[in-house]
């Protein structure tokens, strides 16, 4: 019984003890006057206090070292965004669901790739005109040496007898497509992407340029009665 006194008496000590010397400490840092009571504040205490706003700081640094890029259109976007992950903070300059030739640029949207550190667009022609009114800070030409193809003509394309399918752009009103198709019996009307932007669907579903490659893919199998 006494043994059992005795052990609950040295638990209880030391419960109280620790708790007592806290309290006591504080109390003493209260009646300090403000200069010193910084003082003493315990090594460990401080040297957490600095490394938390060190590392806040890092981060900081880190999000505004990001380079601004600006790409003309979807494909270069997705390119731009694979290249420069995390280290670029990426846009994209042509609307979504809008044609890149028809794009006529704004003065909110000039002002956009004028001010970013980079605008890269693909060339070849296909941002013309209006590429020509930005005047960023650097450029760069995806197209710029590369050997592209002359178009003399294009060639006569064989394949199974008259095909019943003609091709739509997704992005442009298929009306004048459907229109050619009803006067061709048996014709029906499929749409082939070039690529160059997707709708707000496609955008919240996630897909990407590759995706967009595949769906093209199945269109020409099914459309020119071919296997890839």
């Known amino acids: 019984m006494i043994a059992t006194l005795l052990l609950i008496l040295a638990i209880s000590i030391m419960t109280i003890t620790p708790l ?11 009646k300090l006057p403000p200069d010193q009571r ?3 504040i315990p090594i460990s ?32 976007y997705e390119f731009v965004k694979a290249v420069g992950g995390g280290r670029i903070d990426a846009s994209v300059l042509v609307p979504m669901s809008m044609e890149p030739h028809d794009f006529d640029p704004t003065i909110q949207e000039v002002q956009k790739a004028n001010s970013a550190n980079l605008l890269v667009y693909n060339g070849a022609s296909i941002e013309e005109p209006w590429i020509h009114d930005l005047t960023p800070q650097n450029v760069v030409d995806a197209s710029k040496g ?17 095909l019943k399918v003609i091709y739509s752009e997704d992005l442009i009103d298929p009306r004048s ?13 499929m749409v082939l992407s070039p690529i160059e932007d997707i709708n707000a ?16 893919l199945a269109a020409l199998e099914l459309g020119l009665q071919c296997k890839a």
């Open 45 to 76: 205490l401080k040297s957490s206090s600095n490394n938390t706003d060190r590392t806040t700081s890092i981060e900081q640094q880190s999000t505004q070292a990001k380079i601004s890029v600006v790409a003309s259109f979807f494909p270069i």
């Open 177 to 189: 497509s459907q229109a050619i198709a009803e006067q061709i019996p048996g014709t029906k009307v």
């Open 146 to 162: 590369i050997s592209l193809m002359a178009n003399p003509g294009d060639p006569q394309i064989k394949g199974p007898s008259d």
């Open 38 to 40: 910084n003082n003493s």
């Open 201 to 216: 669907t496609e955008q919240r579903a996630g897909v990407g340029y590759l995706d967009k490659m595949y769906q093209d």
């Open 20 to 30: 007592k010397a806290f309290i006591t400490k504080s109390t003493t840092l209260s």
